[in-house]
């Protein structure tokens, strides 16, 4: 399971930081992520980051949130995080964490937290 917090309101220009803790199984082995879904809207790619974190490329972004956002993973206490730095209103959606193959859609992706909310007012 995963288990995502951090989110909340904030306004244009601020900065949060989203965990998501995995439980019942070590999620070491797995590339993990970040998506995000706005009201309407299709759940969208944010970022991901590789098991093989020593290797250039682990960590990858969308467009919208490359040099704003990091991501990152401490794979002893089972956790990925998401720095946002930067917000934008557009920023706006429910944040879920994911752990699966790797890529940048959601089937590649097989397990799921439940999301946290995250409002960016301008």
């Known amino acids: 399971q995963l288990q995502a917090s951090g989110g909340g309101l904030a306004r244009a220009g601020d900065s949060l930081s989203l965990s998501c803790v995995a439980s019942?199984?070590?999620?070491?082995?797995?590339?993990m992520a970040w998506f995000r879904q706005a009201p309407g809207l299709e759940r969208e790619f944010v970022a991901a980051?590789?098991?093989?974190?020593?290797?250039?490329?682990?960590?990858y972004y969308a467009d919208s949130v490359k040099g704003r956002f990091t991501i990152s993973r401490d794979n002893a206490r089972n956790t990925v995080f998401l720095q946002m730095l930067n917000l934008r209103p557009e920023d706006t959606g429910v944040y879920y964490c994911?752990?699966?193959?790797?890529?940048?859609?959601?089937?590649?992706?097989?397990?799921w937290g439940q999301g946290t909310l995250v409002t960016v007012s301008s």
């Open positions: 994911a752990g699966g193959g790797g890529g940048r859609t959601v089937g590649d992706y097989v397990y």
């Open positions: 019942g199984r070590t999620f070491r082995d797995k590339a």
């Open positions: 980051i590789s098991q093989f974190t020593w290797i250039d490329g682990s960590t």
